[in-house]
C-alpha cells in the first residue's frame, strides 16, 4: 500500500458510497499496480461488489477519488462537490479503459456471439468491423469458443456465456479487468472452465480486481487478498497471510465458516 | 328476411366509410406512434420534470372515455379556444393523441421489462446512453413490445367507430345513415359488424402467432 497514485494502473482514495440512508462505503483507498490481481473478499453486504462497480461508475460514490490509468475519472470532495465536472463522454471514454464480468453473465440476447465481442470495439472503439471480427476470434479461439461464434447466448452453457463475456470485455483491450461473483451464478460442474480461463488471464499478466467467494482462486491468482468488513478495509495482504493466519476477527470468522463446509464434506470424501 | 339487394345496392356509400375508416385507421395509427415514441421516452427520462410529463399525458388520455375526448375536442375546445376546428380535425387529433397515451405505455413497460444488468454491460463497455437505447434496449424491447402494439392498433381500428358520434362518415356512420332511409337496420348492421370482422380477424391471428414467436425468440 501506499503506492503514490501516480504509478498505479488503479487508485481509489477514501471512497465513500451510500444508497439512501444506509452508508456501504465508509473511506476505502485502494491502490492496483499494472499487473497486480486483487481479489475482494467479505460477506455479503460489506461493499465488495458496490466497491467493485464504484471504479467504472456503475455506482455512483459520494466522494472521494477514482483515477484509472492516470486519470481522474472521480472526485469528489467530503461535501460532495464535483472537482471534475467531466462531460459524458469523458466518463464513458475512461470508463471503456476497465472491462467488467458480472455475475449474470449479462451477454446481449439479440446478437450471436461474435457480435457480441465485436460490438463495443465498433461503435465505441470505431475500429473497423473487419479488424474487429478478426480480433474477436483470436480472443474467442484463445477461450475455447471458436466454434460457437455463430450462436446466440442462450444456445450457450453459462460457463460458455460467461466465457464469452470475458471476451467481450477484453475486446475492449481494457487497462483492467473487474470480475462481479463470476462464478456465483454457474452450476458447479461449470465453475471449473470459467476459473481456468481467469487463472491463464492472471499469468497472461493482466491486471485484474476481482469479487469472489471461492478462497481456492483467491489463493491460486491475488497477489493481494482486501477483506472488507461494514464498508472498510479490515485486512489486506498476500492471500496465505491473510487467509491461512487471520489477524482481525471479521476475517478469521469468514474463513472459519469456509472451514466448516470442507469439514463437512470430509466424510464423504474420505468415504471416496 | 335478410335482404341483402339493401347492401348491394348502397355498396357505394359502405365503401366509402370504409375508406374513411381506413384512413383515420392509419393516419392516427402513424401518428399515435411518434407520439407515444416521445411521452414513452419522456416518462423513462431520468429527469424527474419530464418523466412526471409523460405520466400526466398518459394518466390524462387513458382515463378519459375517448366519446368524451372526441365530443369535447369538436364541441367544446373550440369554444375555449376561439377557433373553428373541423370534425375531421378534431377526429384526427382526438384519436391520435389517446392511442399515442397506449403506445407510451407499451414502449415504457417494454424498456422497463429490459434486465438492468443489460443496461450495466453495455454501459461497462463504454457506450453512451443514446448507443445503449439504440443497440442494446430497444431491440430487445421491440420484440417484446410488437405483440401489445398489433393490439391496441386492432383496437384503435375499432375505436375508429366513435367518429360518428362527431358525424364523420366512417363506415359505422354511413351504416346509419342507410339504415335511416332503407328501414334495414338487421342488414346493415350485420354489413358493418362483418367487414370489421374480415379486415381483423386475420390481424388478430398474425398478432397471436407473434406472441408465440416471441416466446422462441429468446
Known sequence: MGAPTETCILAIENLHLCYGPRQILRGVDLFVRQGEVVVLLGASGSGKTSLLRSINLLAQPQSGRIVIGGEPIFDRADDGTDRLRLPAKHIERIRARTGMVFQQFNLFPHMSVLRNVTEAPVIVGQIPREKAEQEALALLTQLGLETHAGKRPAQLSGGQQQRVAIARALAMKPAVMLFDEPTSALDPELVGEVLRAMVALARSGMTMVVVTHELGLAFEIADRVVFLDGGKIVAAGPPAEILLSPSHPRVAAFVARFHESVDMLKPFLEAV | ?218
Not at chain 2, 117 to 128: N, Y
Not at chain 2, 164 to 173: F, Q, R
Open chain 2, 1 to 218: 328476411m335478410f335482404d341483402l339487394s339493401v347492401i348491394t345496392a348502397n355498396a357505394p356509400l359502405l365503401w366509402q366509410g370504409l375508406l374513411v375508416t381506413l384512413l383515420y385507421t392509419i393516419s392516427t395509427i402513424a401518428t399515435g406512434l411518434l407520439v407515444g415514441f416521445g411521452i414513452g421516452l419522456a416518462q423513462l427520462s431520468p429527469n424527474r420534470a419530464i418523466k412526471l410529463m409523460g405520466r400526466v399525458y398518459v394518466e390524462f388520455f387513458r382515463n378519459i372515455p375517448l366519446l368524451v375526448i372526441l365530443l369535447w375536442s369538436y364541441y367544446a375546445l373550440p369554444i375555449f379556444l376561439h377557433v373553428n376546428i373541423t370534425k375531421s380535425w378534431a377526429g384526427y387529433l382526438s384519436l391520435s393523441l389517446y392511442i399515442g397515451a397506449f403506445y407510451a405505455e407499451i414502449l415504457r413497460a417494454g424498456v422497463e421489462g429490459i434486465d438492468p444488468g443489460q443496461v450495466d454491460a453495455a454501459t461497462a463497455l463504454g457506450m453512451s446512453a443514446g448507443q445503449r437505447l439504440r443497440r442494446v434496449i430497444l431491440p430487445q424491447a421491440i420484440r417484446r413490445m410488437l405483440p401489445p402494439l398489433v393490439g391496441q392498433s386492432i383496437i384503435q381500428m375499432k375505436n375508429t367507430t366513435l367518429l360518428s358520434a362527431i358525424t364523420v362518415p366512417d363506415l359505422l356512420y354511413q351504416g346509419s345513415y342507410i339504415s335511416s332511409f332503407t328501414y334495414k337496420p338487421m342488414e346493415v348492421y350485420t354489413a358493418v359488424a362483418g367487414i370489421f370482422l374480415v379486415i381483423l380477424v386475420p390481424l388478430t391471428a398474425l398478432a397471436r402467432r407473434m406472441e408465440g414467436f416471441h416466446g422462441r425468440a429468446h
